[in-house]
């Protein structure tokens, strides 16, 4: 079982930045094995994807924040960052750290983005 744990939430203006972090209970060789993503929860709606690595580095963005939230992996330190760039009111969900690989499927608690306009 891994346990994954989300930080860097809080509450930032419109048009202001926010790095989300997740950390993973593997590291090195065995979290290069996952592909890492990041899916976001707003209130009331489905969870969406916002933006997957996989082990070959390709990466993959949501239409609504494509430029925006680049994401990356340290897999060394087991570790998941989203850049959140120019934020808007509509990013305010709940956003949670993925990671998967064949039929083992692990997610985080999930951390709260709010932003105001």
């Known amino acids: 079982q891994v346990q994954l744990v989300e930080s860097g939430g809080g509450l930032v203006q419109a048009g202001g930045s926010l790095r989300l972090s997740c950390t993973a209970s593997?590291?090195?060789?065995?979290?290069?094995?996952?592909?890492v993503g990041w899916y976001r929860q707003a209130p009331g709606k489905q969870r969406e994807m916002v933006a997957v690595?996989?082990?070959?580095?390709?990466?993959n963005y949501a239409d609504s924040v494509r430029g925006r939230f680049p994401i990356s992996r340290d897999d060394a330190l087991g570790m998941v960052y989203l850049q959140m760039n120019i934020l808007k009111p509509e990013d305010t969900a709940a956003y949670y750290c993925?990671?998967?690989?064949?039929?083992?499927?692990?997610w985080g608690q999930g951390t709260h983005v709010t932003v105001s306009s």
């Open positions: 993925n990671i998967k690989a064949g039929r083992y499927d692990y």
């Open positions: 593997v590291s090195g060789s065995v979290f290069r094995l996952y592909n």
């Open positions: 690595r996989t082990i070959g580095a390709t990466t």
